[in-house]
């Protein structure tokens, strides 16, 4: 990215945050890759619980991702990857955010942040997890310096996957 990236902050999820991602992430466009429809509330509740206890333990989780004007535009973060498939016993890296907030570097700002904070937190590496058809995640990885570990079959929609990884 030739371009400055954006400000951005984050911060481990409070209980207001599971409606603020649940609101940002009430689109058909950024569930493509995610089930392809919005999730219900109390995903969100249950997931920012999840990542308050992530922080507590680890040092890390998802963390909600705030712009400039601190509005919340999603989340990144880390987390053990949560399948019995796939890199199991491994830390994902990952992140989601708003419809409006795509193609202007936030992804990428926030997930350089995220890889200082699980350095910092002593993970010597970390994996993405990023369905073959999701261009832009894809884009973010080759910005952060992944490479292409593995190609997979995702076991509950025979998608092809990817995963991405980077010694830390």
């Known amino acids: 990215m ?5 400000v951005v902050r984050l911060r481990v999820p409070t209980d207001e945050d599971a409606v603020a991602w649940h609101r940002v992430f009430d689109d058909p466009d950024v569930m493509e890759f ?5 999730a219900e509330l109390y995903v969100y509740e249950e ?8 922080d507590a333990e680890r040092g890390f989780c998802l ?11 999603g989340f990144t973060g880390a987390q053990p990857w949560p399948r019995d498939w796939g890199p199991k016993g491994e830390i994902e890296i990952g992140w989601r955010l708003g419809r409006e907030y795509w193609g202007k570097g936030y992804a990428t700002a926030a997930a350089l942040i995220t890889l200082e904070r699980v350095r910092a ?14 261009a832009r995640s894809i ?3 080759q910005r952060l310096g992944m490479s292409l570990a593995e190609v997979f079959t995702v076991p509950s ?5 990817h995963c991405y990884r980077i010694e830390l």
Not at 34 to 38: D, E, I, N, Q, V
């Open 34 to 38: 995610h089930g392809g429809r919005s």
């Open 139 to 141: 884009a973010v990885t």
């Open 2 to 6: 030739n371009r400055a990236l954006p």
């Open 157 to 161: 929609s025979n998608l092809e996957g």
């Open 121 to 134: 937190a002593g993970v010597p590496s970390v994996v993405a997890m990023v369905l073959a058809q999701n």
């Open 63 to 73: 963390w909600t991702m705030l712009d400039e004007s601190d509005r919340v535009i």
């Open 47 to 54: 997931l920012t619980a999840r990542q308050r206890r992530h």
